[in-house]
Nanobody
């Protein structure tokens, strides 16, 4: 089982980035995928998750309306489209495989990717 994130980078405030989380060793029917982030000196926080089997999604209040999570089951890839980025969105973003509910978000995370850095300049 492997998760590989990509798509991070440096962007100005108000800009957009699309992160990808490519899964191998399992299908998106086996696990839900969540996106998390960790800024320097802060705890890791959940951003969003998706149940690719039924399409249900969850967003944290901090990103709701700006970020969109989606899944391509054939490509075994989950995307996080991030719009209207703010400096406070600067963090290392991780994807994880586990469980997800639309009400409360990730229930558990069994596997993690290595992370991708997102930096938003003001």
């Amino acid at each position: 089982v492997q998760l590989v994130e990509s798509g991070g980078g440096l962007v100005q405030a108000g800009g957009s980035l699309r992160l990808s989380c490519a899964a191998s060793g399992f299908t998106l029917d086996d696990y839900d995928i969540g996106w998390f982030r960790q800024a320097p000196g802060k705890e890791r926080e959940e951003v969003s998750c998706i149940n690719a089997s039924d399409g249900s999604t969850y967003y944290s209040d901090s990103v709701k309306g700006r970020f969109t999570i989606s899944a391509d089951n054939d490509q075994r890839t989950v995307y996080l489209q991030m719009n209207s980025l703010k400096p406070v969105d600067t963090a290392v973003y991780y994807c994880a495989a586990g469980g997800c509910t639309s009400v409360s978000g990730t229930t558990h995370s069994d596997y993690w990717g290595q992370g991708t850095q997102v930096t938003v300049s003001s």
